[in-house]
C-alpha cells in the first residue's frame, strides 16, 4: 500500500528531525560559556572544588558520550536534575505540562471550530458585510498584542464584572468546574489570537476551491450554497486548513508564554521563564526538547491528514 | 431569424427573446458591457432532442445554461424569457431555481473528469439530486442509479458506484454524469459537449449509450456541441448559433443536406483540403529506429519498439487514442524522455538520447508546436518579443534587423504588423496558434512536431491553420511530425501515416496506403468510429464494428 508507506515516511521523517532537535539544543548549550559545575557552585569556586563537582556529573567525558547519556536518560523519562533547586525535572514538569496541555485543549475545542465555522461562513456571504465584519473581527483580535488582550480581558471580566478571576492558579485539589471557571480568561484570550489565521487559511482555502468544475456541478444539482461549501468545497480544503490549524494548536502550547505569565498559570511557559532567569540550562534544555516535540508532532499529524484526506491516496486505481 | 419555425405543440421549453449580457473588462480600457446572446428564441417539446451548433462563442453553453437559470461566470440573463412547464423560471426566485435545478433540469459537462467531486463516492453524488429534492428514498436512488449503470453499459454496475471519480475511465465517468442526469427523473437534460473531450473510439460508445438512454426514458434534451457529424446522430432538430445570434433553425435532415444559409453551409462542409501525397525519398530528415521509452526508471513500457521516417518536406501524421503514445513519441524525438533503446538520427547525424546533451544546431532545426497555444506562450511578453526570441537566441538578431524578420514571419502566417505589440490575451484562440507557429519557423526548422495543434480550435479556424501549415511546408521544405487523433485532419496533411495503439506502431506507411482496405482491426476502428454527416450512421458504426474501444 502506498499510502502506509507515505505515512511510515512521515513518521520516519519526524522522529530523524526530533534526534536532530536534541542534537541542536545539545550543542547549543555546549557552546555556551561556562559549564554546569561553574554555574553550580558560582564564581568563588575553587578549581579543585570544580574539578571535584565535574568528576562527579560526567563532565569530563567527551561531548559526545555526554549527549548519548542525556539521551538515553531522555528516553527512559529522565530528564535529569534542575540546578536551581536540585529536584528531579521530570516530577517538576509532570503537573505543569498537563495544566498547559489543559488550557490548550480547551482553547483548541473553542477555537478550531470556530474557525472553521467562521471561514465557511465568510466563504458563504463572501464581499458580503458578513465577510467583511468577520474578516474584520478576526484580524483586529490577531493584531492585538496578547498581553494587551489579557489585561482587557481581565479588566472587564475580573475586575468590573468580576465574572471570573483574574489569576489563573489551579491546583490539584480543585474540582473540575473551578478549572474551567479559572482557565476561563486566558482560554479566550488565546482563542483570540489564533482565530484569524485560521479562519483565513480556511476562507483563501475554500474559495480556492469554489473555482472547480464540481462545484458548478453541486449548484446545477439545485443545493444551497452552504451544503455546497460543507459538502463539496470544505472536504477538498482540507489538506492547507489542517496544515494552519496544526500550527496554531501548536502555538497554544509553546506559544503561550506570555498569557501564562499574565494570569499567573501555573504551565510550561511560566516554569520555562522561571528557569530562563536561573540560568537553569538543564531545564531549558528539557523544555525546549518538549516543546520541539510537540511542534513536530502536530506537523507531522498535519502531513499525515493531508496524505489520508486525498481519495486518489486512500483508494488507488 | 431565416426561417419559420417549425410548428410544436406539447412544449417542455420555450425560451423567449433571450438577452445575454456580460461585462468585460479589456487591458488599459473601462470595464464595457458586452452582449452574449442577443435575443435568441426557441422551443422544445418533450421527449425531442434540440441541437444547438455553432464555434465557441457562439453563446450556446449559455443558451443551454439559461434553460437551468444559470450563468456562468459573471454572465447575467437581463432580458426575455425562459418557461420551462409553462412558468418563467427567471422569475422563480432564489429557492424557485433551486428546486428546479436537479429536478426538472440536469445538467452533464463536458469534462466529466473535473465535474465529478474527487471527495467523494460516484454513488454519492449520483443520487444527490434525488435525496435533496426528496424524488426517492436513498435506496430507491441507488437501484434506480445501478439500473442506469446498466442501461449505459458501464462495467460491474452494482459496484461502480463505490468508486472514486479517480478511479473510472475518462469515457466511463461521461456515462456515469448521464446516469447522474437521469437519476432523478428530470424532464430536460442538458447535453453540453459530452463526448468532446473523449477520443473518438470511446466517443461513438458514450454517443450510443446516450442516444438509447434519452430514447428509453423519453426525456428531452439540448444537445451541444461544435460537432455536425455528433448532433446529426441524436438530434431531432439543429440550431445553428453564430456570435449568440440564430442563424439557421430546422430538422437534422435538412440542416445537414440542405442549408439555406451561407454560414450553415460553411459548417456543413468543412475540413476539405486535398492534399497530394508526396513519394518518400531515399534519405529521410529523421529516423526513429527501434526506440523503446518508458516512465518511471522502466516501470511503465510507453513506446515499444518503434520505427519511423519523416522525408524532408513531408509530414508524417502520427494518429492513435489518448495513452497510445503519440505525444511521448514526440517527446523521446525532442530528448525531454530519453529513450531507453534504439537511435534517433535526424539530418544524417545520431542525436543525442539527453536533451541536455544535444547541439544548439539539433534544437535549432527541431521545433515544436504544441496544443494550448495560450500556456506555450509567456502572458507577459508581446508578440514582437515572442517571436523574436529564437531570432536572438539561435541567430543573435538585434534591433532592426530582428524586428524586420519579425514583421517578414508575422507576414507569412498571415496576421500583420499590427499584432507586434499586442500580448497573447488580446489575440483569439487560432491567432496564438499562428504565432506559435510564427515562433517555431523563427528558428529556420528543418522538422517541426506539430502535437494536437488544431484539437482546441473551432472546425472553421483548425481549417485556417492547415492551410497555413501546408503552404508554409511548400515555402519552406520543412517537415511536420503531426500528432493528432482526428482522422479528418490526417487525411488533409499527412503523406504517410503511423497508427499507434498502445505504444506500438501497428499500422505504417504511405497515406493511400493505410487508408486503404484491408485494415488491421484497429485501424478499421480508428477509421469507422469517426462521425460521419449522415442520419443514421451511428447505428451502422456500431453494428459493423469489429473489436471494442480501448476506454471500455
Known amino acids: ?317 | 431569424m431565416a426561417n419559420p419555425a417549425p410548428k410544436h405543440d406539447g412544449r417542455l421549453l420555450e425560451i423567449r427573446n433571450l438577452r445575454i449580457e456580460a461585462t468585460s473588462y479589456p487591458p488599459g480600457e473601462p470595464p464595457k458591457n458586452i452582449t452574449i446572446v442577443h435575443d435568441v428564441s426557441l422551443t422544445l417539446e418533450r421527449g425531442k432532442v434540440l441541437g444547438l451548433i455553432g464555434e465557441s462563442g457562439a453563446g450556446k453553453s449559455t443558451i443551454g445554461l439559461s434553460s437551468m437559470a444559470y450563468g456562468r461566470g459573471g454572465v447575467r440573463i437581463t432580458g426575455g424569457e425562459v418557461l420551462l412547464n409553462g412558468r418563467d423560471i427567471l422569475k422563480a426566485g432564489k429557492r424557485g431555481i433551486r428546486r428546479i435545478r436537479g429536478r426538472e433540469v440536469c445538467y452533464v459537462a463536458q469534462s466529466a473528469a473535473a465535474a465529478f467531486n474527487p471527495a467523494h463516492k460516484l454513488m454519492d453524488q449520483v443520487v444527490e439530486a434525488a435525496l435533496q429534492h426528496g424524488t426517492a428514498s436513498r435506496a430507491e436512488a441507488e437501484k434506480r442509479a445501478k439500473a442506469l449503470f446498466r442501461k449505459l453499459s458501464l462495467p460491474d454496475p452494482d459496484n461502480i458506484g463505490n468508486r472514486y471519480p479517480h478511479q473510472v475511465s475518462g469515457g466511463q465517468l461521461q456515462r456515469v454524469m448521464t446516469a447522474m442526469a437521469l437519476c432523478s427523473e428530470p424532464d430536460l437534460i442538458v447535453f453540453d459537449e459530452p463526448t468532446t473531450a473523449l477520443d473518438v473510439t470511446t466517443q461513438i460508445d458514450v454517443l450510443a449509450a446516450i442516444k438509447d438512454a434519452i430514447r428509453d426514458t423519453g426525456v428531452a434534451a439540448l444537445y451541444i456541441t461544435h460537432d455536425l457529424a455528433v448532433v446529426a446522430q441524436i438530434a431531432d432538430e439543429i440550431i445553428v448559433l453564430r456570435n449568440g445570434k440564430l442563424v439557421e433553425w430546422g430538422d437534422t435532415q435538412q440542416i445537414i443536406k440542405e442549408p439555406r444559409q451561407e454560414y450553415t453551409n460553411q459548417l456543413v462542409s468543412v475540413h476539405r483540403i486535398d492534399h497530394q501525397e508526396k513519394p518518400a525519398t531515399s534519405s529521410p530528415i529523421l529516423s526513429v529506429k527501434n526506440v523503446t521509452a518508458a516512465y518511471g526508471h522502466g516501470a511503465i513500457r510507453v513506446l515499444k519498439d518503434v520505427s519511423v521516417d519523416i522525408h524532408p518536406g513531408q509530414t508524417l501524421a502520427v494518429v492513435g487514442e489518448s495513452g497510445s503514445g503519440k505525444s511521448t513519441l514526440a517527446r523521446a524525438i525532442t530528448g525531454l524522455l530519453p529513450p531507453m533503446e534504439g537511435t534517433i538520427t535526424f539530418a544524417g547525424r545520431t542525436l543525442a538520447n539527453r536533451l541536455a546533451d544535444r547541439q544548439r544546431e539539433d534544437l535549432r532545426e527541431l521545433q515544436m508546436i504544441y496544443q494550448m497555444a495560450d500556456v506555450a506562450m509567456n502572458p507577459r511578453q508581446t508578440v514582437a518579443e515572442i517571436i523574436g526570441r529564437p531570432l536572438e537566441f539561435y541567430f543573435g538578431m538585434r534591433g532592426r534587423q530582428r524586428d524586420a524578420r519579425v514583421a517578414e514571419l508575422l507576414d507569412k502566417i498571415e496576421m500583420g504588423k499590427g499584432f507586434a505589440d499586442r500580448y497573447p490575451a488580446e489575440l483569439s484562440g487560432g491567432q496564438k496558434q499562428r504565432v506559435c507557429i510564427a515562433r517555431a519557423l523563427a528558428a529556420k526548422p528543418r522538422l517541426i512536431i506539430c502535437d494536437e495543434v488544431t484539437s482546441a480550435l473551432d472546425p472553421l479556424v483548425a481549417h485556417g491553420i492547415l492551410r497555413l501549415l501546408l503552404d508554409l511546408q511548400a515555402e519552406e521544405d520543412v517537415a511536420y511530425l503531426f500528432i493528432t487523433h482526428d482522422l479528418a485532419t490526417v487525411k488533409a496533411i499527412a503523406d504517410s501515416i503511423a497508427v499507434m495503439y498502445r505504444g506500438e506502431v501497428v499500422r505504417y506507411g504511405p497515406k493511400s496506403q493505410v487508408l486503404t482496405p484491408p485494415f488491421d482491426d484497429y485501424t478499421d476502428l480508428l477509421l469507422s468510429s469517426v462521425p460521419e454527416m449522415e442520419v443514421g450512421w451511428l447505428e451502422r458504426a456500431i453494428s459493423g464494428r469489429r473489436m471494442a474501444s480501448a476506454g471500455n
Request: charged letters at 15%; aromatic letters at 10%.
Open chain 1, 1 to 317: 500500500m502506498q499510502i502506509l508507506k507515505l505515512i511510515a515516511q512521515r513518521i520516519a521523517l519526524g522522529i530523524l528531525l526530533l534526534f536532530a532537535v536534541s542534537v541542536l539544543i545539545f550543542a547549543g548549550t555546549e557552546i555556551l560559556p561556562g559549564d554546569v559545575a561553574a554555574s553550580i557552585l558560582g564564581q568563588s569556586a575553587t578549581p579543585q572544588a570544580l574539578e571535584n563537582l565535574r568528576r562527579e556529573l560526567g563532565l569530563n567525558e567527551p561531548a559526545i558520550v555526554r549527549y548519548f547519556t542525556w539521551l538515553g536518560g531522555l528516553l527512559t523519562g529522565d530528564l535529569g536534575t534542575a540546578l536551581s533547586n536540585r529536584m528531579d525535572i521530570a516530577t517538576s514538569i509532570w503537573p505543569r505540562l498537563k495544566n498547559t496541555l489543559f488550557l490548550a485543549f480547551w482553547a483548541a475545542v473553542v477555537s478550531v471550530p470556530l474557525a472553521l465555522i467562521l471561514g465557511m461562513l465568510a466563504v458563504r456571504y463572501r464581499n458580503g458585510w458578513i465577510d467583511k465584519a468577520i474578516s474584520g473581527f478576526a484580524l483586529a483580535s490577531t493584531s492585538l498584542p496578547e498581553f494587551f488582550i489579557g489585561y482587557v480581558l481581565i479588566f472587564f471580566f475580573a475586575v468590573k464584572l468580576n465574572w471570573f478571576p483574574s489569576f489563573s492558579t489551579v491546583h490539584e485539589a480543585m474540582s473540575f468546574g473551578d478549572r474551567m471557571k479559572a482557565i476561563a480568561l486566558p482560554a479566550t484570550a488565546l482563542t483570540l489570537v489564533v482565530l484569524a489565521h485560521m479562519m483565513r487559511m480556511t476562507r483563501a482555502a475554500i474559495l480556492n476551491v469554489m473555482q472547480s468544475a464540481y462545484i458548478e456541478t453541486a449548484e446545477l444539482k439545485g443545493l444551497s450554497q452552504f451544503d455546497i461549501i460543507r459538502r463539496h468545497a470544505f472536504p477538498n480544503a482540507i489538506a492547507p486548513i489542517v496544515n494552519v490549524v496544526m500550527l496554531n494548536l501548536a502555538f497554544l502550547v509553546v506559544g503561550v508564554v506570555v498569557i501564562e505569565v499574565i494570569f499567573v498559570y501555573p504551565g510550561m511557559g511560566q516554569y520555562l521563564v522561571d528557569h530562563v532567569t536561573k540560568r537553569d540550562v538543564p531545564v531549558v534544555q528539557a523544555v525546549g526538547l518538549i516543546f520541539a516535540a510537540v511542534y513536530i508532532t502536530l506537523n507531522m499529524i498535519a502531513d499525515i491528514a493531508a496524505i489520508v484526506s486525498n481519495p486518489r491516496l486512500r483508494h488507488p486505481r
